[in-house]
């Protein structure tokens, strides 16, 4: 797809040329892409994208859009990616597409990895008729808000998640489970 090279090094004397390649990923990367989401949505970090990033998040997209599903390659290794799907709604001639994952190797962040991750899957949306580009973050990820600004997006529109915790209602389950057990045994002993 496409290849070049990125400056790393926080001094001229040590930077460092890395040639990057973006490709469409293959099923041998789904678990180092895996991995290296696990590394960057932390509960610490990102809770609401730590929630939903899983195995079958990444086999699922890479399932039914492989041709959105890029890697950012350095040395043969991977240390980035940019996971999306389209949205065709019915009655409408707008398509739309969804950049649902972006992620950097955290030692290589902020060095042109995801601009060129991102500028290529922007370029597979145009490809493919999309019309409007949805991405989404946490409120309080001002480094994400930042890129995506730069990247052009705009119009934020606020979204609320909330959350309930089942740990009481699951423990009140288990008294409900072990006192019917009790009731059970004193009932059955009382008939011997």
């Given at each position: 797809?496409?290849?070049?090279?990125?400056?790393?090094?926080?001094?001229?004397?040590?930077?460092?040329?890395?040639?990057?390649?973006?490709?469409?990923m293959?099923?041998?990367?789904?678990?180092?892409?895996?991995h290296?989401?696990?590394?960057l949505f932390?509960?610490?970090?990102?809770?609401?994208?730590?929630?939903?990033?899983?195995?079958?998040?990444?086999?699922?997209?890479?399932?039914?859009?492989?041709?959105?599903?890029?890697?950012?390659?350095?040395?043969?290794e991977?240390i980035g990616?940019?996971l999306?799907?389209t949205?065709?709604?019915?009655?409408?001639?707008?398509?739309?597409?969804?950049?649902?994952?972006?992620?950097?190797?955290?030692?290589?962040?902020?060095?042109?990895?995801?601009v060129?991750?991102?500028?290529?899957?922007?370029d597979?949306?145009?490809?493919?008729?999309?019309?409007?580009?949805l991405?989404?973050?946490?409120?309080?990820?001002?480094?994400?808000?930042?890129?995506?600004?730069?990247?052009?997006?705009?119009?934020?529109?606020?979204?609320?998640?909330?959350?309930?915790?089942?740990?009481?209602?699951?423990?009140?389950?288990?008294?409900?489970?072990?006192?019917g057990?009790?009731?059970?045994?004193?009932?059955?002993?009382?008939?011997?």
């Amino acid at each position: 797809m496409g290849s070049n090279s990125i400056d790393i090094g926080e001094d001229a004397d040590k930077k460092k040329k890395l040639n990057l390649t973006i490709r469409e990923m293959d099923i041998d990367d789904l678990a180092t892409v895996f991995h290296l989401g696990e590394k960057l949505f932390t509960a610490r970090h990102a809770p609401n994208l730590y929630r939903t990033w899983d195995e079958y998040e990444v086999l699922t997209l890479f399932q039914s859009d492989p041709e959105f599903c890029l890697v950012a390659e350095a040395d043969e290794e991977i240390i980035g990616f940019a996971l999306g799907t389209t949205i065709a709604k019915s009655h409408s001639a707008w398509k739309y597409g969804h950049l649902v994952w972006l992620g950097v190797e955290p030692g290589l962040q902020r060095h042109g990895v995801a601009v060129k991750l991102f500028n290529q899957f922007r370029d597979l949306m145009l490809e493919n008729g999309v019309r409007m580009l949805l991405v989404d973050t946490e409120a309080d990820n001002l480094a994400a808000l930042h890129f995506f600004r730069n990247m052009g997006f705009g119009s934020p529109e606020e979204h609320i998640y909330l959350t309930l915790n089942l740990a009481n209602q699951h423990r009140l389950i288990k008294e409900k489970r072990e006192n019917g057990r009790t009731l059970l045994r004193r009932v059955g002993r009382n008939h011997d």
